[in-house]
């Protein structure tokens, strides 16, 4: 770990913001609590994803459980091919993910796009040996591994389950019911903010990969040939883009407004280009740095092969880029599986601006003649008939057809299949909708949020660290504390000041402990944007209403004396971004 990020992990630890759990009995790799600071912290980054991506854009919101039963992940795929690199070490057992070890000793940045084979073969061209014990790893097998920690749904093994590996599923499986609360009216949007279990096989880099964390996405279902996003109304956004163009050649990071990019065609998705561009200043409001951001399209062969157009948010972290969010354009096929796997409808009905007369083919199969010849299977083989006459109806001009069902073929006299085609005025037709898909971390980007607000500075000859958290994101915003602490009137006044901020609605901290220069340092260095100290002047006056008091910033240091009486309306200000400076310009604010 480098000295970035120990120093990081060790103020995380100290002031409470998160630490590896069940240290009591040893700790298990891949998983962390939340202290009081951290758990305020994710609640706030939570909440705030919530305003910008729920609320203000008139999303559904919904709670799916944690643990799903297993035809969930056969229909979306996560069974088959939710994998990674495995490799054992020889001498000491020890289980390694072997496309991180080639990234690791390499200049391949992207070793999970080669293959399993590819990256067996790296192991020993690269001569990697173990990170455990040293041994080496050349000639050992790669295999793939699957993700999902599985489970038993009631007693014994009566229905397997598995924990979610992604929030988004939990979306999907209730589309039939969710799209009667949004009228059957598309486009609309479900977020969900939960938690997500991966069995990673090793874990590492504190917060960045863990076994369990907490996921913020958004399912926007749209019908793709009516839905447009509004464009307009991120024009004008920079956005700093990695294109795959720029990655394959000797480009770099360029910025373009979302109008732009869109125009070049950098971005394909005019749903992808919006939600960039709504992201990129909610990055900033939470406390990511953007000199150290950037979205990066994915290359071809990283994209999933249902997907148009994937760009992930990255934020740098330690000199490596990491992955924060993915935006993902995943057309129909997660809800095209669910149908298929599921047998419920997962259409929404598009009506027709005026009914249309349309030739449709049909059959009507003769079961008296299918049943005895095919059996069990004629049911099935009437289904297929019907879906060959849909997509096909050239397939009927001959004596008989053809169809396929479960891997055999079955030959229909024409005759029996009873085909026609008929003339039909629809009022409308049902279509899967498309999904487009911002998904965020939140984990990590809690973390680049602490990486990148961490500050070191002077003040008064002492060195000083802080974190310059955002004021609407800190896990306190305020301190109060008591100029001494053996001063009956002095600490009466502090606790009603205390009690009166908060039942105003503010997080606030109470400290008497240490001198007065130790307290404001404890509170600097979790990010609390000012501290109120009450002192002797405080008390000259009797009428709390009267009586003042000395607000300090995290950030300048600077102080300034005011009312009591005026704190929760000067707080308030402070919280939503105006800046001290400014605030000490009003008539009712002194600095000192």
Request: net charge negative; glycine share 8%.
């Amino acid at each position: 770990m480098s000295e970035e990020l120990e120093t990081v992990a060790e103020l995380a630890k100290r002031r409470g913001f998160f630490f590896r759990s069940s240290e009591a009995y040893g700790g298990v790799a891949g998983f962390f609590t939340y202290g009081p600071q951290g758990a305020a912290l994710k609640r706030n980054i939570e909440d705030a994803w919530r305003d910008r991506f729920v609320t203000r854009e008139g999303n559904m919101e919904i709670s799916a459980p944690d643990v799903m039963p297993e035809p969930v992940f056969e229909s979306s795929g996560h069974l088959d091919g939710f994998d990674d690199m495995i490799v054992e070490c020889p001498d000491c057992g020890a289980s390694h993910r072997a496309d991180h070890l080639v990234e690791d000793n390499s200049e391949y940045e992207d070793a999970e796009a080669l293959g399993v084979e590819r990256v067996a073969e790296l192991l020993g061209e690269l001569d990697v040996a173990c990170p455990a014990c040293g041994a080496s790893l050349a000639d050992e097998p790669v295999d793939d591994f699957n993700l999902m920690f599985e489970t038993a749904i009631g007693p014994g093994t009566s229905q397997p389950g598995y924990l979610r590996p992604e929030t988004a599923q939990g979306i999907f499986v209730e589309f039939p019911r969710l799209k009667e609360y949004a009228r059957g009216k598309l486009p609309f949007g479900v977020a969900q903010v939960g938690t997500a279990w991966r069995n990673e096989i090793s874990p590492r880099r504190g917060l960045i990969r863990v076994r369990e964390f907490t996921q913020a996405e958004l399912e926007q279902f749209i019908d793709p040939e009516t839905d447009e996003p509004p464009l307009d109304e991120v024009a004008d956004v920079s956005v700093p883009l990695y294109s795959a163009e720029a990655q394959s050649g000797d480009g770099g990071i360029e910025t373009y407004t979302v109008g732009e990019a869109v125009e070049a065609g950098v971005i394909e998705s005019d749903w992808i280009a919006y939600y960039l561009g709504v992201a990129r200043d909610w990055y900033a409001s939470v406390g990511i740095d953007m000199d150290r951001f950037r979205y990066r399209q994915h290359l071809a062969g990283e994209r999933a092969h249902y997907a148009a157009d994937c760009w992930d948010a990255e934020v740098e972290v330690d000199g490596e880029w990491i992955e924060a969010t993915g935006f993902a354009y995943r057309s129909d096929y997660d809800l095209s599986n669910h149908a298929a796997g599921s047998g419920e409808d997962f259409t929404v009905f598009r009506q027709y601006d005026e009914p249309r007369t349309v030739e449709r083919a049909t059959v009507d199969p003769d079961m008296a003649t299918l049943g005895p010849e095919f059996g069990g299977a004629a049911a099935d083989v009437a289904a297929a008939l019907d879906d060959l006459a849909a997509r096909d109806p050239d397939a009927f001009d001959g004596d008989a057809v053809e169809v396929e069902v479960d891997g055999e073929p079955y030959e229909v006299d024409t005759d029996v299949a009873n085909f026609s085609v008929e003339t039909v005025t629809e009022s409308g037709e049902h279509v899967t909708p498309h999904v487009v898909e911002p998904s965020f971390g939140i984990g990590r980007l809690f973390y680049a949020a602490l990486i990148h607000s961490y500050r070191e500075d002077e003040v008064d000859g002492e060195a000083r660290t802080y974190l310059d958290l955002p004021a609407e994101l800190a896990p306190t915003f305020a301190c109060v504390a008591p100029l001494v602490s053996n001063d009956e009137g002095i600490v009466e006044r502090a606790e009603e000041v205390r009690e009166r901020l908060r039942a105003a609605g503010f997080e606030v901290a109470y400290d008497e402990s240490g001198s007065i220069g130790r307290r404001y340092r404890r509170q600097d260095e979790v990010g609390t944007p000012v501290c109120v100290t009450v002192d002797h002047e405080t008390l000259e006056q009797a009428e709390y209403d009267d009586a003042t008091v000395t607000l300090r910033d995290r950030d300048t240091t600077a102080q300034a004396r005011v009312r009591a009486a005026d704190l929760p309306a000067l707080l308030t200000e402070l919280r939503a971004g105006t800046d001290f400076a400014a605030l000490s310009e009003r008539e009712d604010v002194h600095p000192l």
